[in-house]
């Protein structure tokens, strides 16, 4: 997947406890960086990560930027050596963005080799994380947790979402005939 915005920095090192990003600026990367409500981490996997941020302090060779809630330490972690980008104008384009999982339903579901794995037929809400409930392209139906370990990619103009390898996470729904 080719980075998305304009190019601000790189992550130099990461604090997944307090998600706090320590960002080596690009040249304008830092007045880029301070006033981007969002961010871009492209990760080494070829995969993008949307973030919000919640503060971004500078230093002298590094900015420290803090993530907002919603990204999940383990995340954070996978995200030391990715380039960071912000959208041009510092926010993202609303053509491009999604807020909530709920606004994926109906989407269709494809795997990272292009191959239609089905679509969302409902989206639930759990403590930890939401759950989608796959309609299967070939019949039945799946749940998976919509975290970033599953998530590759969403194209919303393209009503698409993309996953990773899906295996360690969904669970098959089982037919129950009533007797």
């Not at 930890?128 to 919303?156: H, Q, T, Y």
Request: aromatic share 4%; net charge negative; hydrophobic share 40%.
């Amino acid at each position: 997947m080719a980075a998305k915005g304009c190019h601000a920095g790189t992550v130099t090192s990461v604090n997944p406890a307090r998600r706090v990003l320590r960002v080596k600026p690009a040249p304008g990367g830092e007045r880029l960086l301070e006033g981007a409500e969002w961010i871009f981490v492209n990760l080494r996997d070829d995969t993008t990560l949307r973030c919000r941020t919640a503060a971004t302090a500078p230093g002298e060779a590094v900015l420290t930027v803090t993530l907002a809630p919603g990204v999940t330490r383990d995340a954070v972690a996978r995200m030391k050596g990715a380039s960071v980008a912000v959208a041009e104008g510092g926010a993202c384009g609303a053509e491009d963005t999604w807020r909530h999982v709920s606004e994926l339903l109906h989407f269709t579901v494809m795997d990272k080799g292009g191959h239609r794995v089905g679509a969302i037929a409902e989206v639930y809400a759990t403590g930890a994380n939401a759950v989608f409930d796959i309609e299967k392209s070939g019949g039945g139906r799946i749940l998976l947790p919509a975290i970033d370990e599953v998530i590759a990619r969403v194209d919303v103009p393209g009503r698409t979402l993309t996953v990773r390898d899906i295996a360690p996470y969904a669970v098959e729904e089982e037919d129950h005939d009533e007797d």
